[in-house]
């Protein structure tokens, strides 16, 4: 059974770090793309950054370049959003994805992903 796990969601304050993880099963993240996305309240989704099968494509949002870092674990098909510089906009659900389609294009587009997790609350503020 394909599932994605989110975890290490939470309250931080602006100007602070967090580290999210997405845990994979029933699949390899060798063999897929995966996304990072978020949703705030009273807005659509957004993608936030994303790295291919092989790991040689990542992508970062405008928003988020320079402050925000996509990384896996081979060994514990484990993927990582390690954020810093927190700002109360990026309070939201932050959830991740995987697509088999096209797993060695890296995309921020949400309807490109076929798998999704149930998403951790994120919320900066003071």
């Known amino acids: 059974q394909v599932q994605l796990v989110e975890s290490g969601g939470g309250l931080v304050q602006p100007g602070g770090s967090l580290r999210l993880s997405c845990t994979a099963s029933?699949?390899?993240?060798?063999?897929?793309?995966i996304g990072w996305f978020r949703q705030a309240p009273g807005r659509g989704r957004e993608g936030v950054s994303c790295i291919s099968s092989s790991d040689d494509a990542t992508d970062y949002a405008d928003a988020v370049k320079g402050r925000f870092t996509i990384t896996k674990d081979r060994f514990e098909n484990r993927m990582y959003l390690e954020m810093f510089r927190l700002s109360p906009e990026g309070t939201a659900v932050y959830s991740c994805?995987?697509?088999?389609?096209?797993?060695?294009?890296?995309?921020?587009?949400?309807?490109?992903?076929?798998?999704w997790g149930q998403g951790t609350q994120v919320t900066v503020s003071s």
């Open positions: 029933g699949f390899s993240l060798d063999d897929v793309a």
């Open positions: 994805a995987a697509t088999l389609i096209n797993p060695m294009v890296c995309t921020l587009t949400s309807s490109d992903y076929d798998y």
